[in-house]
């Protein structure tokens, strides 16, 4: 007698979330080495993570794997198309696919490319040669292509790629939206450079002590619903969130003494990462109902923490006398309205990372247009630092003074990350639409916030968007949330209610 | 054509190598618990060290271990007794025929034992309630009967248990050897007890702050020889030295402002263990020859450099200057013999973790005897608190209130660890030898210490021992190392030749 397909689905889930455990393992390698292990031991401790990615690999091409999807692809268990059920057979059927089609030599191959190119990146950054890390972009855009093919599409390769990150998305669509983005933005941007009005920036300058910072953070983070009974909160070169089990959930950031937004904000977003993976349905980890649909929306929580929230006028109604008592030195003196401001700067810049909320967009339409050309053929590796060069004074208005500080700042094609940057705006675009609706829907999340009640908008959010898992794509989570379908007119919405006002725009 | 020997010993080796990589990642499992975790977390770091644990076990008892060390038996690598090649082959084939002896069902029966026995013993000391934990103890020495009849014996099966710990090592040699160490200890600790003379115990109950206790601590392990480039020290509930790769040794230690021993010889007791796992042979990591010989070797590197060096009159000929200037609230006006004579107070005491170095070895020796009699079925568990408690009278002259500060302060037996306690001890003997031949051949350690020299000791120890790896057993090593058998008596002697003036003994 042929088995349930209950039977068969239990089967996939335990199969799958012990892969999902070793995984959790392997998080629990990278946090580590991130904020604790001695240096020594990087060599070993890649060893340690070559070995549960092999088992990982392993697990998620068995066959069995591709046996049980079978006789479960017509079971009624997949008909509900937003079911737990479903949504499980739907997404493990997609990534068992796709880990079918890549050659193993071809992983092995990404995989060795991708540990050269991150140390040839990082000496030729350290020495402003991009000569030296040509010949890597060449060869990952070579393999990137080959995976492409080996995965299919339909005449667009790059729609290959951004599925790793940004599951069933379309570079047509991503495409279309950000150009329209960019055609209101470039703009706005080039007005704000003309404005007369300037922020006092040098109040943000002044001495913040590291410990207060730490505890500040720290208080902000707990009052937006980062939980600390199920993750942690600490200091690393490079600020993340990473997920190491369904109960530990642990983010970092960086302090600098004389300028404060940096540990903040960092602590804002990386929060609002945390705070969705609080909120993902713990019965369910490490099976889609229990994950994250894609990176866009991911940093849609991130971003929307960070910027919708964490430099609203509201916000600071609440948190800036609170803000004035931990920072006597820097802040007695300082009035809301221009702390207000300064958090809001916005300013024409050369490195992606220190961007404000506005031109950021600019820097990741950039790289979008680059690798998009890069993969097809249009660009060769050899002109892209003139072509970087080119759009920054285009878009921006200015031009990098050498390749460190153009075409060499970001690590991401050195390992293959190509369809990872657009994830950047697409969070953006998703936080503005998914904020105006939130407001909407909660009556006045201003108010609220100068109240110090940000409950109200995190409960929103769970139950709108982390308890939905991967039973949504992106795309139709979306609409099914706001309505309507990605696009750039609430987040330019957002950006001009406050930089106009703010920059006395007309 | 049959493989070479050669061929096969690589492939052994290969095998076992990727084992230790898994084991090693369960250290870093097992560091993140004790150290970072959130609780909320707990259930589920069990589920991934239960995976790994399995992966574990079925490498272990892989049948092509046994194939490959049945053809390696003869081979002249396993020639040269305590060669890389012969030691390897020697503790593989054992540690194979040991997991193969175990029945899964039994092994599976131990760990349900352990997990509800460390629950159980944890309610019943905090309720001081023998009677909830002696069901436990009953099931698990039943167990621990099994297994070691089981894993087979010369009809002593503590033999099989103590292996564990203690490979190669006779429960009769260890009686004996600890039963002549009790007949001179006991008379020693009274006769310190009838003395009119009493260490000045309120100098290390001053105020030591923290922050200080961590720098000076780091500073002392730093000098001794703990390599902090390739390790760290942290902060825990129960101190511990874990390592997590072969340049990754981690150690913990816990803080009292109000009593500064604890932190400075815990500090010294786990960079001893330390120590010794940076000295091993890094080419060999999770092979034999780059392993620790047993916990008693383990422990006597750990003892020597908090007891025969920290509490050593030369050692703070040195560092009492620095300790002063560190703590001036605490020391200023003291003086430096009647500190040495403080961190050398002997005084029975009823808990084991706060024990003295001299009682320290009376508090294992009643653990040693009644665990001996309740796996021979001499004495049964319900009588247990009872003999627990006599042996307090008779060796220490003083009794437990109660069994919360009697039998129930150990968590050992809860989780099946029997013929553990003795190691305690054994670590103990052997650090008197091994300093005494140290002394002896690089002549004359206390001024070297006085100096602030550290480093010819710790050469000496890695020469002599942490390079050996396990090729040769505990009881060779020590003859290798000494030129004598293990005995009480260089522990007597250097327990008298302290003892005897500070408390003006006859």
Known sequence: MAESDQTVFDALCDHTRQTATLASIESVLGWDERTQMPSANAEYRAEQMTLLSGMIHQRNTDPRVGDWLAQLAESPLAAEPHSDTAATIRVLQRKFEKQKKLPQALVEELTRTAVMGQQTWQAAREKDDYAQFCPIVEKMFELKRQQADALGHDGCRYDALLDDFEPEESTENVDRVLRSLREELVPLVAAIAESSRRPPLELLKRRYPIETQQSFGREVATQIGFDFARGRLDESAHPFCNGLGPHDTRITTRYDEHFMPSALFGTMHEAGHGIYDQGLRTEWYGLPPGSYISLGI??????????????????????????????????????RDEFYFAINNVEPSLIRVEADEATYNLHILIRFELELALIEGELKPADAPAAWNEKYREYLGIEPKNDAEGILQDIHWSFGAVGYFPTYSLGNLYAAQFFEKADEQLGGLADQFARGEFAPLRQWLQAQIHERGECYTAAELVREVTGDDLSHDALMRHLRGKLVPLYDLS
């Open 298 to 335: 991911h940093e849609s929580q991130s971003r929307m923490w960070e910027n919708q929230v964490g430099r609203s006028e509201a916000f600071w109604r609440h948190f800036f006398p609170h803000a004035q008592r931990a920072f006597p030195e820097a802040l007695a003196d300082a009035a």
